[in-house]
């Protein structure tokens, strides 16, 4: 077997697209073609199966699939050692959620490169990560969403505590005091349908809980504040986004009383990389990180 012919194999079962992986192999799609028809001509076995619609493996593709998984970790940690471990020449992309990701990680991967002197640290901010993840374009990522697959391994990192939020002037405007006063409120929501509020509404009593009618779509976390500061209505949103606001008396928090449920936030790495030394310090560090 040629590595060079299984190195686009892999990356074509990661983009399961012909096109997509002669883009992130800098080659042309014949070239994949004919890279994948040589490899199967060589181990005399059909790796894709063709006639079915879009991309398939074979029993035997999938089986050198999963070897190819291993052969990639093998690849980096030979890199690794040949490099001495002078992991200040590696290069690891982050990926995370939009939000965490410009206010919160950025900050904390400064000071790592402050304290690691790496060589090259990436973010790539998306509220959709996980297919980046497992198509090898991030190294890791950081999200508040439960992600269950077999190549993965979770590190749960911290709890992202949710608070109400308001302007002073529209709470005085509104005599907002208990959560039943929202009825008379426009709550900004990430949804049209209120879904986004589930979390403070079922941490009330019945009897306690507003009927979430008077909804206003944002679909953004920092358009929510933004809106809160405008008077525009009320907003739930992560504790930590709006320190700042929260600081400067720009905003008020509502009902501090109210334990509102919470999310997890934790760092998903694929198993063959979690051993590698370079993946082993961040994720050390990003633990020790105070959000």
């Not at 426009?186 to 079922?202: A, T």
């Not at 320190?243 to 694929?270: G, H, R, T, V």
Request: overall charge positive; charged content about 25%.
């Amino acid at each position: 077997m040629d590595l060079y012919q299984l190195k686009n194999f892999y990356i074509l079962c990661l983009n399961e697209n012909y096109t997509k992986a002669a883009q992130k192999l800098l080659i042309s799609q014949s070239a994949v073609s004919h890279s994948i028809k040589k490899l199967e001509e060589s181990l005399q076995k059909k790796l894709i199966d063709k006639t079915q619609k879009g991309f398939h493996l074979t029993r035997e593709g999938l089986i050198l699939f999963e070897h190819c998984k291993k052969i990639n970790s093998t690849i980096e940690r030979a890199a690794e050692d040949l490099h001495n471990f002078q992991i200040n020449q590696s290069e690891i992309t982050i990926g995370s959620t939009l939000e965490f990701g410009s206010t919160i990680l950025v900050k904390q991967l400064a000071l790592f490169n402050q304290e690691f002197k790496y060589g090259k640290i990436h973010l790539e901010l998306s509220n959709n990560i996980l297919p980046a993840l497992l198509k090898d374009e991030v190294d890791m990522i950081i999200d508040c969403k439960l992600h269950h697959h077999k190549d993965l391994y979770m590190i749960p990192l911290f709890r992202e505590e949710y608070v109400v939020i308001c302007s002073p002037t529209y709470k005085k405007i509104n005599n907002i005091i208990v959560p039943n006063n929202l009825d008379r409120c426009h709550l900004l929501s990430m949804d049209k349908e209120g879904n986004w509020w589930h979390r403070f509404y079922y941490s009330l009593k019945e009897e306690k809980r507003p009927t979430l009618k008077k909804i206003i779509q944002i679909n953004h976390i920092r358009g929510i504040i933004n809106g809160a500061v405008a008077c525009m209505g009320v907003g739930l949103v992560p504790k930590y986004t709006v320190a700042d606001e929260l600081n400067s008396k720009k905003i008020i928090q509502l009902f501090p009383e109210i334990k509102i449920s919470e999310d997890f936030f934790s760092l998903y790495i694929k198993k063959e990389k979690k051993t590698l030394r370079k993946y082993k310090q961040v994720v050390k560090f990003l633990k020790q990180c105070s959000i």
